[in-house]
């Protein structure tokens, strides 16, 4: 189903969670809405659920209005951080809860519930544990069966909220795998809400970037990581220094120094350099680079870290080289980004 969000403001107060939000969300799509805490992305999520008003603007599922729908009437899959398993319930109950409380008219048979919530634990790879309570499981199981619940219904979009919070590093990573797959597999319209840019880049067919309450990008991973239209994007999305430079007939200049990258478009003026530690190169010290000073070494996973202070005010950048670099605090490095933008 397609899901449209056209110029959605929500106040709270004085307070605007959302300033005028507008998207297109394709049939199938699997989708990140991504930014830091309080930029807007659960009020979205709870707007689209039915569970929150935009104070104006419209929501379209498949070119009519949701708005005048309730949560029931818009036939949306919900999974929360927490698991909101009922406790008292198996995990079987759990997962046909959503057709069980069905009216009369649109309730299947007993056996039918049954059927399907066992076909779906079978699909999230829980098959053997349905007669099980959920605190006889383990967080990533539980969180399973609320996948598998919120798909029972066969909802016409499925909204997932920070699904993966609660757990710990390698149950997410697994997780996250097992969604994509399970997407794949189901193609359900998917909107999940995650603070965690590995996490959208890694599932996401497109990421929504929020910042106070805008959009400030959509694009596909790729986009967004290449080619980030705003230094808010290019520092959310993966590391990054800066250092101020001056653009000049096409060529860029730190302190008093040329930098060998090439600058289209790019008219004359001041701006900020951004880059990513993990993308440069080190060069020969005669070359037009960016050369520093080691300030400061430490261990990132398999690679080394230095923090190097540049030019004549010493502003400080961190590169990334493979664990075996020899240089150490006082050595000199120069480097030139790989992937970098210059900002105004
Ligand atoms: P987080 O990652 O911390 O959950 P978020 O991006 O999901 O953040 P929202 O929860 O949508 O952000 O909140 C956006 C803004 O709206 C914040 O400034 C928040 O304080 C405010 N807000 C959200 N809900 C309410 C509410 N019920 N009453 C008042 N202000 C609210």
């Known amino acids: 189903m397609d899901v449209t969000v056209e110029n959605v403001i929500r106040t709270f107060g004085t307070t605007a969670a959302l300033h005028g939000v507008s998207l297109d969300i394709r049939a ?28 104006s603007g419209r929501v379209l599922f498949d070119s009519a209005d949701a708005l005048s729908l309730t949560v029931q009437e818009r036939n949306v899959g919900l999974v929360f951080q927490s698991y909101a398993l009922f406790r008292h319930m198996t995990v079987l109950e759990n997962v046909g809860f959503g057709l069980q ?29 349905e007669k099980r309570y959920p605190t006889q499981l383990s967080g990533g199981q539980r969180q399973r069966v609320a996948f598998a619940r919120a798909l029972a219904i066969e909802p016409r979009v499925l909204l997932l909220d920070e699904p993966f919070g609660a757990l710990d590093a390698k149950v997410r990573r697994d997780l ?19 603070h965690d840019q590995e996490e959208a880049l890694e599932l996401a067919d497109r990421i929504v970037v929020l910042n106070n309450g805008r959009i400030e990008q959509v694009g596909t991973p790729d986009e967004i990581y290449d080619a980030p239209n705003s230094p808010f994007v290019f520092s959310f999305i993966g590391e990054s220094s800066t250092l101020p430079v001056r653009v000049k007939g096409g060529k860029v200049w730190f302190d008093d120094r040329r930098l060998d990258l090439p600058v289209r478009d790019l008219a004359d003026g001041q701006g900020r350099l951004f880059l990513r530690p993990h993308d440069v190169e080190v060069v020969a010290d005669d070359r037009d680079a960016i050369t520093g000073v080691v300030t400061a070494v430490r261990r990132h996973g398999g690679s080394r870290r230095f923090e190097l202070g540049v030019g ?33």
Do not use: M, N
């Open 312 to 344: 004549e005010t010493q502003e400080r950048i961190e590169v990334e080289l493979p664990s075996l670099a020899e240089q150490t605090v006082g050595s000199k490095i120069s480097v030139l980004p790989q992937r970098w933008r210059i900002y105004r």
């Open 101 to 129: 409380v069905r009216p009369r008219s649109r309730r299947p048979s007993r056996s039918e519930i049954k059927r399907r919530a066992l076909e779906l634990l079978d699909l999230v790879q829980l098959s053997g544990l």
């Open 176 to 194: 996250r795998r097992w969604l994509r797959e399970i997407h794949d597999r189901t193609g359900h319209t998917t909107v999940f809400v995650t």
């Open 28 to 55: 199938g799509e699997l989708i990140a809405l991504l930014g830091p805490s309080g930029s807007g992305k659960t009020t979205l999520l709870r707007i689209l659920a039915g569970l929150d008003v935009p104070t």
